[in-house]
């Protein structure tokens, strides 16, 4: 049975409500698609912008489109010693008690109180491939990579979606530290 799983790294980036992204481009601004991802119907805009905590900053940092409910900002754990904060490994969109940043654009600043987290290393899967892999919706499971640098990655969680196709995403430092430059392959390894 083939359990390949092909693994893509994300850059840092940033989610934006409709709100934050008008205060930061002007009135009516609309995000501009550069690519598509594998979320479906997200993209990466063309528009970036700058993290600021205290005096450090990260520059250009990607906004991922369409808008939503809630701003988020997705680091990697080096990103978060850069700056110094102490990032919370999170889900999407659960930012309770977690960081916040001054994000700087074109048209104006903003300081989000919270919303700045690492995001919890994840499975995308449509049902048929859940089914194929033994996989439920919410589930952990272990993902060995390949090459001389393998390494195991566990607690990776499992997101059926009707539009997705298989892939896992892992950070930069994941990436990194599994010798993987923006994409890669991994096998299933285990299933908690
Ligand atoms: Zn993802």
Redo the contacts with the bound molecule.
């Keep these: 049975m083939d359990k390949r799983i092909p693994i893509q790294v994300?850059a840092r980036h940033i989610h934006l409500s409709q709100n934050d992204l008008e205060v930061l481009f002007g009135r009516g601004y609309q995000l501009k698609k550069l690519r598509s991802l594998?979320?479906p119907e997200e993209f990466a805009a063309k528009e970036t912008l700058d993290i600021q905590v205290s005096l450090r900053k990260i520059s250009n940092v990607r906004i991922i489109g369409p808008v939503r409910k809630n701003t988020q900002v997705e680091l990697s754990h080096t990103d978060g010693i850069f700056l110094r904060i102490e990032l919370p490994v999170r889900e999407s969109e659960d930012l309770k008690k977690t960081p916040g940043a001054v994000l700087i654009g074109p048209e104006g600043r903003i300081k989000i109180k919270e919303g700045v987290i690492n995001a919890w290393r994840?499975i995308?899967c449509s049902p048929k491939e859940a089914k194929e892999l033994n996989f439920k919706n919410g589930m952990l499971a272990s993902v060995k990579t390949k090459g001389i640098c393998s390494i195991t990655f566990h607690n990776v969680k499992v997101q059926v979606n009707k539009n997705c196709r298989l892939c896992m995403?892992l950070d930069t430092d994941e990436g990194n530290a599994a010798c993987m430059v923006k994409k890669g392959e991994g096998y299933l390894v285990d299933i908690v």
Excluded: G
């Design positions: 994300s594998v979320e994840h995308h995403h």
